[in-house]
T-cell receptor, first 115, second 113 residues
Framework: GAGVSQSPSNKVTEKGKDVELRCDPISGHTALYWYRQSLGQGLEFLIYFQGNSAPDKSGLPSDRFSAERTGGSVSTLTIQRTQQEDSAVYLC?????????????FGPGTRLTVL | GNSVTQMEGPVTLSEEAFLTINCTYTATGYPSLFWYVQYPGEGLQLLLKATKADDKGSNKGFEATYRKETTSFHLEKGSVQVSDSAVYFCALSDWSSASKIIFGSGTRLSIRP
């Protein structure tokens, strides 16, 4: 079946502009996660959605970052007034929340470059 | 809090060499443990997993055993191939903090023909 998809695959923007990144999770997966992978860094958790519960936003680095998940499916990560340090690969993952496992399936990522 | 520490890279080996990438973890509960792999130009893929102590995850010739007594989940392969060149991430997921996977910093592996 279809995996997690993300768009765009690459985004180049100018400092100060807003960007929107999209994630389509695997159908039927109730949990959706956003991570950021900066050059030479590991994976940094950003935000998590589970069903209709309030999202866990504990990883968002600043109030310029926000995310929505509409209808329990597609998610959009928005970065306002982008800065050069926002340049990274943004990864989305989804999972079926299963006690004790929580295997996450990752999309190919969106590479964001802020000039 | 929960954390994962893995061997720093880069690691460079010759083809058919034995591979070990060390990974240790700290967790308050009973985590599930994972190795993810990221091949050049591709997204993260789950390589193998283990959900309880003494479980052995295996895939594509790679193995890792969940060792609770040493809080470790070392990745091993008996004979590496050039196609194994990638970045490997050790990770854990703990139901008590359940919302996210905690990743190690990644180990870049390069295999010489």
């Amino acid at each position: 079946g279809a995996g997690v998809s993300q768009s765009p695959s690459n985004k180049v923007t100018e400092k100060g502009k807003d960007v929107e990144l999209r994630c389509d999770p695997i159908s039927g997966h109730t949990a959706l996660y956003w991570y950021r992978q900066s050059l030479g860094q590991g994976l940094e958790f950003l935000i998590y959605f589970q069903g209709n519960s309030a999202p866990d936003k504990s990883g968002l680095p600043s109030d310029r970052f926000s995310a929505e998940r509409t209808g329990g499916s597609v998610s959009t990560l928005t970065i306002q007034r982008t800065q050069q340090e926002d340049s990274a690969v943004y990864l989305c993952a989804s999972s079926v929340r299963d006690r004790g496992l929580n295997e996450q399936f990752f999309g190919p990522g969106t590479r964001l470059t802020v000039l | 809090g929960n954390s994962v520490t893995q061997m720093e890279g880069p690691v460079t080996l010759s083809e058919e060499a034995f591979l070990t990438i060390n990974c240790t973890y700290t967790a308050t509960g009973y985590p599930s443990l994972f190795w993810y792999v990221q091949y050049p130009g591709e997204g993260l893929q789950l390589l193998l997993k283990a959900t309880k102590a003494d479980d052995k995850g295996s895939n594509k010739g790679f193995e890792a055993t969940y060792r609770k007594e040493t809080t470790s989940f070392h990745l091993e392969k008996g004979s590496v191939q050039v196609s194994d060149s990638a970045v490997y991430f050790c990770a854990l997921s703990d139901w008590s903090s359940a919302s996210k996977i905690i990743f190690g910093s990644g180990t870049r592996l390069s295999i010489r023909p």
